[in-house]
């Protein structure tokens, strides 16, 4: 058979894409350029699977994406890590902002109903204490009266029962006789 030089030539072409990822990757990490699996397939002129197909050259992708650039800038260095802390802080502080933007939305929806409730006319009038007052001092006068009312009904009801008593005193009394 005739496909041991396929096969040889498969690897051939294999170890020459394997050779342009790494000429490729030093490049980029000499030259401070993205490192990505992307960037690197894109720069040795291979497709992405075939980084995905060679864990070794993909493990040496993500680590030296890991790694700081190693150019000589001016400006200090920034790791992967502190990147990624500040993302989850400003992450944290997106929810926490969206937290308190949900409670004044509510606030001001309550605020603007209660205020809209008012001014149709629907709504209960600003001087709700004084009608609480002028209810208060009603019922005390409602229950001064029903007081008052019990007591003349007692009291009527005494003088009837002492009208009775006289009426009965007056026509069981033996009359006095007239003289002839």
């Known amino acids: 058979m005739t496909t041991t030089p396929m096969i040889q030539g498969r ?10 990822v790494q000429k490729a990757l030093n490049a980029a990490a000499k030259n401070g350029m993205e490192i990505s699996v992307s ?3 894109r720069s040795a002129g291979v497709d992405r699977t075939f ?8 493990a040496q992708v993500h680590a030296a994406a ?6 000589p800038d001016t400006a200090p260095q920034v790791s ?17 902002q969206a937290a308190r ?9 309550g605020l603007l109903g209660e205020q809209a ?5 629907l709504g209960a009038p600003d001087d709700i204490e004084q009608l609480k007052r002028r ?36 026509n069981t009394a033996p009359r006095p006789r007239e003289a002839p």
């Open 51 to 58: 980084l995905y197909r060679h864990r070794d050259l993909l």
């Open 80 to 96: 992967r890590a502190s990147l990624q802390a500040d993302l989850a802080n400003a992450q944290g502080r997106v929810v926490r």
């Open 117 to 121: 409730w008012r001014q149709s006319g």
């Open 135 to 170: 209810i208060t001092e009603l019922e005390q006068r409602a229950v001064d009266l029903t007081r008052q009312l019990d007591e003349r009904q007692q009291e009527l009801d005494a003088a009837r029962a002492a009208n009775r008593e006289l009426i009965t005193r007056l």
């Open 11 to 20: 690897r051939a072409d294999s170890s020459r894409r394997r050779q342009r």
């Open 66 to 71: 890991s790694e700081p650039p190693s150019t």
């Open 39 to 41: 960037a690197i397939a």
């Open 101 to 109: 933007i949900h409670q004044l939305e509510n606030k001001l929806s």
